[in-house]
């Protein structure tokens, strides 16, 4: 049978990922010598501070282009958004993950240039990018900034409030990212997930 390829993922929007996940890799890699002062992955902690703070900094630059690039492209509420249609088949992609997949049943989703992403994954991307992506990088810029926003640090119960929201958010992402890396084995073949988001395009 002859493959079909479906459009799934424009190419601002490949940029942005990639970009993304270089991003990420790299201030997790950072935050943790950073956290953990035992463990060297860097040599020099100096150059581990700024290249945490600038990653960061990068980090805010690449949200910012990530709604652009769906500005451009549209579909952000679509893509992201959950509507009752996507509660009603919560149970039976619940059901899917749990019990079908290792079976070897369909996916009762099947995603389109119009609707990337079943409600599991609206659920997760939407609380990644609506909600812990800006107070990661706004308390970053903050803890990056101490002695400029120091009456800000002051309002939100001082350094060690920041220190936890910040910290907290940098393990949300991580252990996100480990769920994100296992679920994007997921398609067809291991790797089939991992291909399209280079190509922008599924076989169908």
């Known amino acids: 049978m002859k493959k079909e390829n479906v459009p799934l993922h424009p190419l601002p929007v490949r940029i942005w990922h990639w970009l993304n996940a270089v991003l990420v890799f790299l201030l997790i890699f950072t935050g943790i010598e950073l956290r953990f002062t035992d463990i060297r992955i ?16 990068l ?19 679509s893509h992201y958004l959950v ?6 088949s919560l149970p039976s992609q619940v059901f899917f993950y749990l019990y079908k997949y290792f079976r070897g049943g369909p996916d009762p989703f099947s995603a389109t240039a ?24 706004v308390s970053g810029i903050i803890f990056g900034n101490i002695m ?53 395009k599924r076989e169908e």
């Open 114 to 137: 119009e609707a990337r992403f079943n409600v599991l994954q609206k659920f997760a991307y939407s609380f990644i990018m609506f909600i812990t992506m800006p107070v990661i990088i």
């Open 42 to 57: 860097f040599s020099n902690y100096g150059f581990v501070v700024a290249l945490h703070k600038y990653a960061g900094y």
């Open 83 to 88: 509507s009752v249609r996507d509660i009603q």
């Open 148 to 200: 400029d926003l120091y009456g800000i640090v002051d309002q939100l119960g001082g350094l060690r409030v920041v220190d936890g929201i910040h910290v907290t958010a940098g393990y949300v992402f991580a252990i996100y990212l480990l769920v994100h890396l296992y679920m994007a084995t997921l398609g067809k073949t291991v790797l089939s997930r991992t291909k399209a988001m280079f190509t922008g």
């Open 59 to 77: 980090l805010a630059l690449s949200f910012l282009f990530w709604i652009a690039a769906y500005r451009l492209t549209g579909g952000l509420a």
